[in-house]
């Protein structure tokens, strides 16, 4: 089992950056997992964002945030990242970390996360 926090959420203005990180903590090493970011907007469904393998050489977006938004993992630290660079207003959402089995292929379904952080806000302003 693991336990994930995510901080870094806030408010921006359109243009702006932010960085969200995600601590994870639990027995295991953090690179016994994929990692994935998901966010959850007023009204909409929860969504894929960007995901990681657990090594960190594999990684994917969604058509809406690639290009502008980076994730990374540091195993040592059990910690992952979002970097979000040209934020839109449409960005503006709670953001979640989530924590997968290490398969060979990052998956995108929210179902397919065993365990979830508690979200951090993100608003971008226009």
């Known amino acids: 089992q693991v336990q994930l926090r995510e901080s870094g959420g806030g408010s921006v203005q359109a243009g702006g950056s932010l960085r969200l990180s995600c601590a994870a903590s639990?027995?295991?090493?953090?690179?016994?997992?994929?990692m994935g970011w998901f966010r959850q907007a007023p009204g909409k469904e929860r969504e894929f964002v960007a995901g990681i393998s657990w090594g960190g050489s594999s990684t994917f977006y969604a058509d809406s945030v690639r290009g502008r938004f980076t994730i990374s993992r540091d195993n040592g630290n059990k910690m992952v990242y979002l970097q979000m660079d040209t934020l839109k207003p449409e960005d503006t959402a709670i953001y979640y970390c989530a924590a997968d089995q290490p398969y060979m292929v990052v998956r995108v379904a929210v179902s397919a996360y065993q365990y979830w952080g508690q979200g951090t806000q993100v608003t971008v302003s226009s």
């Open positions: 639990s027995r295991r090493a953090l690179s016994d997992y994929n």
